[in-house]
């Protein structure tokens, strides 16, 4: 399977406990993208890196989450003592070269902060 | 402010009738629009994009959308709905302002196909 990869599927944790989920892109693309979607929302975009610049980051992006892409490959997104509000859909996408090109995405990991 | 609006949580729609979702946007200027669905337990799959040019788009799986610049819409169409085509539908926007690259999504629609 060449599409956008994501582990783990499914996180459980207790609050104030850290996580960490990486993502996978597909080969080529050196655009990667980090959502968030709740139920009953559409996604929310969290930050944004080309290659392993991080280069844009959302307001929701508090001093408690951190996402690197060291080599511009893959990526993870931590959670530092996270809160029951943190539980959600986190999903990952990426994309290639131009702004006009569609981002794909990948299965999302599944978060639930007891 | 940019928004992305779907006015309607569900849409219901016998076999083999036509389906529209709705989408509208509001910004200045001229955003790139782009449709995903999202199966159960599954990633947001891209169906159709418009960047430029034919204010109709033809996308996968038989979808097409209208662009619609002075109503700011993009309405997601489909002549003949299958009961395969329930799942939920996200309309998204990519504003052109500064290096914004993020999609900003619709709360989403939920298609029930019946059969």
């Known amino acids: 399977d060449t599409g956008v990869s994501q582990d783990p599927r499914h996180k459980i944790t207790k609050r104030g406990q850290n996580v960490t989920f990486r993502c996978d892109p597909i080969s080529e693309h050196n655009r990667l993208y980090w959502y968030r979607q709740t139920l009953g929302q559409g996604p929310e975009f969290l930050t944004y890196f080309q290659n392993e610049a991080q280069l844009e980051k959302s307001r929701l992006l508090s001093d408690r989450f951190s996402a690197e892409r060291p080599k511009g490959s893959f990526s993870t997104l931590e959670i530092q003592r996270t809160e029951q509000g943190d539980s959600a859909m986190y999903l990952c996408?990426?994309?290639?070269?131009?702004?006009?090109?569609?981002?794909?995405f990948g299965p999302g990991t599944r978060l639930t902060v007891l | 402010a940019q928004s992305v609006a779907q006015p309607e949580d569900q849409v219901n729609v016998a076999e083999g009738n036509p389906l529209t979702v709705k989408c509208t946007y509001s910004v200045s200027g001229n955003p790139y629009l782009f449709w995903y669905v999202q199966y159960p337990n599954r990633g947001l799959q891209f169906l159709l994009k418009?960047?430029?040019?034919?204010?109709l788009v033809k996308g996968s799986y038989g979808f097409e959308a209208e662009f619609n610049k002075s109503q700011t819409s993009f309405h997601l169409k489909k002549p003949s709905a299958l009961v395969s085509d329930s799942a939920l539908y996200f309309c998204?926007?990519?504003?052109?302002?500064?290096?914004?690259?993020?999609?900003?999504f619709g709360s989403g629609t939920q298609l029930t196909v019946l059969p």
């Open positions: 998204a926007v990519r504003f052109l302002s500064g290096s914004a690259r993020q999609l900003t």
């Open positions: 996408a990426s994309s290639l070269g131009r702004s006009d090109n569609e981002q794909f």
């Open positions: 418009y960047i430029t040019g034919d204010n």
